[in-house]
């Protein structure tokens, strides 16, 4: 009797934790469509806004409806949209590469915190200051180390995803419950393992928070990284279509970049969510 009791009390619970991580989800879906929704038309409102409130020459400044008419409307509108979109994919790539090249970093050097505090205290207030140090004025150094290449991104794009990232995961390690840190102790663990098996599950929180952020900054970084080093892409194609007077190219390209960021940003918030609910940390979100 009391194993029947027991097999349905464990039916229950796990029916009960799948609606769980299905209401977060809906509900995560929900609001990362509404702030999408309501992000995407408080841009288009600045943006026209801002062209009418400052009486922008129409020629230089396009509105919402000139970059509809340049990738939809317009003869030339399929290759316009397979220019726009081909670099749009180029620009991603590269942000996937300082986002990884970023978060592997933040990620290390965070649990190299965690195990050593004389290392945190020697390395943070560096890496505040090259914080602070603005990444224009560090590309030439930079160039001139990894020349115009691969790597170059990587470090570019890294450098804008580290900083914020190793503040949150650092911040996530650290606040970890100390009593069950005492008690691995206790028993004979090591820095690594009380890292391994309290600090790294109880900053998953701030581990998503960062992987979050990081997605705008990532793109951010692709397009510094081809505007100032590689070309290519979006930031590449920036000098060229202002050089040209392509300006309808130049507010479709940024229209078209920053909708993905949005979009990828809601991804990422939504799958942040779900998680979470599985793990049973949605109060933690």
């Not at 503040?167 to 391994?196: C, N």
């Not at 928070?209 to 590689?230: D, N």
């Amino acid at each position: 009797m009391s194993a029947a009791v027991s097999a349905t009390s464990i039916v229950s619970a796990s029916a009960t934790a799948r609606r769980r991580t299905r209401s977060a989800g809906l509900r995560a879906v929900g609001s990362g469509l509404m702030t999408f929704v309501l992000t995407l038309a408080a841009v288009l409102v600045l943006w026209a806004g801002s062209l009418w409130i400052f009486r922008v020459n129409p020629y230089v400044g396009k509105g919402p409806l000139d970059v509809w008419n340049y990738l939809f409307t317009v003869p030339a509108a399929e290759a316009n949209r397979a220019a726009v979109f081909g670099q749009l994919w180029v620009s991603l790539g590269h942000a996937a590469v300082g986002f990884v090249a970023g978060l592997v970093v933040a990620v290390l050097v965070a649990a190299l915190f965690q195990l050593s505090a004389g290392v945190e205290h020697a390395l943070m207030p560096l890496a505040m200051l090259l914080r602070s140090v603005p990444l224009i004025a560090m590309a030439p150094v930079i160039i001139l180390i990894f020349a115009r290449d691969f790597a170059t991104i990587a470090v570019l794009g890294g450098i804008v995803v580290l900083f914020p990232a190793l503040v949150t995961i650092a911040f996530g390690l650290k606040s970890a419950p100390a009593h069950m840190s005492d008690l691995v102790s206790v028993y004979g663990g090591s820095s690594w393992t009380v890292l391994r098996k309290v600090a790294l599950p109880s900053a998953l929180p701030s581990l998503l928070a960062a992987v979050r952020i990081s997605v705008p900054g990532a793109i951010t970084g692709a397009l510094l990284a081809e505007w100032l080093a590689v070309g290519g892409g979006i930031g590449g194609a920036f000098g060229g279509y202002i050089a040209a007077a392509q300006f309808s190219a130049l507010w479709s390209s940024v229209a078209v970049i920053t909708v993905a960021a949005l979009i990828l940003y809601n991804l990422v918030h939504i799958l942040e969510a779900v998680l979470l609910a599985r793990m049973g940390m949605s109060d933690r979100v």
